[in-house]
């Protein structure tokens, strides 16, 4: 089974950028579809932006569109999220996911393989 390491949270003021990464231990079945969703208190989680197998599909939430860009480097079997103009409301636990099945992405309750989440907070 995949297993999955996010990190590259922090305190960020607002305006500025952080760059997450999420390590993917080796598919043997080759690239999985990737993802990255949110969680902030007292919300449920929230798809933020996906990415297929190939890179050749990324969907975006629409808070997040033209602000974020996810992207992979499969040499290294790693998912990058780039965040730019970050806003307080940006704030959140941050957690890769993966699975065989990209729209299984839209359907979280489906997801089982899950990073341990890394912290953003994004002071005003």
């Known amino acids: 089974q995949v297993q999955l390491e996010d990190s590259g949270g922090g305190l960020v003021q607002a305006g500025g950028s952080l760059r997450l990464s999420c390590v993917a231990s080796?598919?043997?079945?080759?690239?999985?579809?990737m993802a990255w969703f949110r969680q902030s208190p007292g919300k449920q989680r929230e798809l933020v932006a996906a990415?297929?197998?190939?890179?050749?599909?990324?969907d975006y939430a629409h808070s997040v569109k033209g602000r974020f860009t996810i992207s992979r480097d499969s040499a290294k079997n790693t998912v990058y999220l780039t965040m730019n103009s970050l806003k307080p409301e940006d704030t959140a636990v941050y957690y890769c996911a993966a699975d065989e099945n990209y729209m299984n992405f839209w359907r979280s309750i489906f997801l089982k393989i899950w990073g341990q989440g890394t912290l953003v907070i994004v002071s005003s």
């Open positions: 080796i598919d043997t079945h080759g690239p999985y579809p």
């Open positions: 990415i297929s197998g190939t890179g050749g599909l990324t």
